[in-house]
């Protein structure tokens, strides 16, 4: 492990990355993503998750309704411990955000200081989060919500456990399923029509639980085809049937 308290990221090493994966990420389907396994380095990974608090160690903002159950957040990273403060910090530096301009093709990107809606994830056994399309607009920068990025956190998890990220179709037909995996960062572009979430239950064992970061990124403006009214949360049932796409 680093003796570094530390961590930077690399701005021509990430950029070159987010190049390399340009066509497959805006080729992806249902639309444009990518899983990304070992973002980070090994050790700085394995810091985060040593320092994640636990259930009741801060204060989480808990969400019991329906559509997302036994679920905790926090966006408030003075409540998080000094390396996660400033891994969080990392994710909105330059480097990053030049990443992910190349990966998207979006130009302009602007991070979000304050998490609205991001920062620490945790979900408990049982828990869900239905299929939803994201809130499209960030009220407090008035700026236009453009790319998510998720960072799992779970250590030995198996496929038993549940908790993929499910990606839909517009249509709610076919869908791509992402197991949540230690160091596998997934980012993907959101509209009003990009639906995903965890809508089965986790069957991870008492003491366990879904853990993740994240970090969106904003424009002022978005494209004319994906121009919506400014909305929040729109949650969907997960369907009877079925066509998988893809299980990573």
Same mark, same amino acid.
């Given at each position: /492990?680093? @003796?570094?308290?530390?961590?930077? =990221?690399?701005?021509?090493?990430?950029?070159?990355?987010?190049?390399?994966?340009?066509?497959?990420?805006?080729?992806?389907?249902?639309?444009?993503?990518?899983?990304?396994?070992?973002?980070?380095? %090994?050790?700085?990974?394995?810091?985060?998750?040593?320092?994640?608090?636990?259930?009741?160690?801060?204060?989480?903002?808990?969400? &019991?309704?329906? *559509?997302?159950?036994?679920?905790?957040?926090?966006?408030?990273?003075?409540?998080?411990? $000094? =390396?996660?403060?400033?891994? /969080?910090?990392?994710?909105?530096?330059?480097?990053?955000?030049? /990443?992910?301009?190349?990966?998207?093709?979006?130009?302009?990107?602007?991070?979000?200081?304050?998490?609205?809606?991001?920062?620490?994830?945790?979900?408990?056994?049982?828990?869900?989060?239905?299929?939803?399309?994201?809130?499209?607009?960030?009220?407090?920068?008035?700026?236009?919500?453009?790319? @998510?990025?998720?960072?799992?956190?779970?250590?030995?998890?198996?496929?038993?456990?549940?908790?993929?990220?499910?990606?839909?179709?517009?249509? /709610? #037909?076919?869908? #791509?399923?992402?197991?949540?995996? =230690?160091?596998?960062?997934?980012?993907?572009?959101? *509209? &009003?029509?990009?639906?995903?979430?965890? $809508?089965?239950?986790?069957?991870?064992? %008492?003491?366990?639980?879904? #853990?993740?970061?994240?970090?969106?990124?904003?424009?002022?403006?978005?494209?004319?085809?994906?121009? #919506?009214?400014?909305?929040?949360?729109?949650?969907?049932?997960?369907?009877?049937?079925?066509?998988?796409? %893809?299980?990573?």
């Amino acid at each position: /492990m680093s @003796n570094s308290p530390y961590f930077y =990221f690399e701005s021509e090493k990430l950029i070159k990355l987010g190049e390399e994966l340009h066509e497959e990420y805006i080729n992806a389907d249902p639309y444009p993503h990518i899983a990304i396994d070992d973002f980070l380095p %090994e050790d700085i990974a394995q810091r985060a998750l040593d320092e994640f608090p636990g259930p009741d160690d801060i204060e989480w903002q808990r969400y &019991s309704a329906d *559509t997302e159950s036994l679920k905790l957040a926090c966006g408030n990273i003075e409540q998080f411990g $000094p =390396f996660l403060r400033h891994l /969080m910090s990392q994710l909105n530096s330059a480097p990053v955000v030049l /990443m992910l301009e190349k990966l998207t093709g979006i130009e302009g990107l602007i991070p979000d200081p304050y998490f609205r809606g991001g920062g620490l994830f945790q979900t408990l056994p049982g828990g869900v989060l239905d299929i939803h399309a994201d809130f499209n607009k960030n009220a407090k920068l008035n700026l236009d919500r453009r790319v @998510n990025l998720l960072i799992q956190l779970n250590k030995d998890w198996k496929h038993e456990y549940g908790g993929h990220l499910e990606l839909w179709d517009k249509k /709610m #037909k076919r869908v #791509k399923k992402v197991l949540p995996i =230690f160091n596998r960062c997934t980012i993907f572009s959101p *509209t &009003s029509t990009t639906w995903h979430g965890h $809508p089965r239950p986790l069957t991870c064992p %008492e003491g366990e639980t879904r #853990k993740s970061l994240s970090a969106f990124y904003y424009t002022n403006g978005r494209p004319a085809k994906e121009r #919506k009214r400014t909305h929040s949360t729109i949650w969907k049932k997960i369907p009877d049937e079925e066509i998988l796409i %893809e299980q990573v």
